[in-house]
């Protein structure tokens, strides 16, 4: 059973860092690609970053280059979202997921870990 738990979101000011934490289990993931998605309220869910497993090659929406930073450790079966200089727009719930790579669906989700920046 995959199961994915994210960690780290809490409630800071602006300009502040964070680091979410996605512990992954139930299946080895040397073929899958790690990502972190965002649900604001009214809004819909969004790409943030994603991270294939075995070469780390990540991507990132344009709106988070230069501030977010996603890493792997593989070690402990767990992706990382480096957050620094914090925008109250980046107020959301964090969601982890997994792509099998060249599927087009992220077939596992977390139950997401709330974010809030304040101005």
């Known amino acids: 059973q995959v199961q994915l738990v994210e960690s780290g979101g809490g409630l800071v000011q602006a300009g502040d860092s964070l680091r979410l934490s996605c512990a992954a289990s139930?299946?080895?993931?040397?073929?899958?690609?790690m990502g972190w998605f965002r649900q604001a309220p009214g809004k819909e869910r969004e790409f943030v970053a994603a991270?294939?497993?075995?070469?780390?090659?990540?991507t990132y929406a344009d709106f988070v280059k230069g501030r977010f930073t996603i890493s792997r450790d593989k070690a402990k079966n767990t992706v990382y979202l480096q957050m620094n200089s914090l925008k109250p727009e980046d107020t959301a719930v964090y969601y982890c997921?997994?792509?099998?790579?060249?599927?087009?669906?992220?077939?596992?989700w977390g139950q997401g870990t709330q974010v809030t920046v304040s101005s």
């Open positions: 991270i294939t497993w075995n070469g780390g090659i990540a």
């Open positions: 997921g997994a792509n099998r790579i060249g599927g087009s669906d992220y077939n596992y």
């Open positions: 139930g299946r080895t993931f040397s073929s899958w690609r």
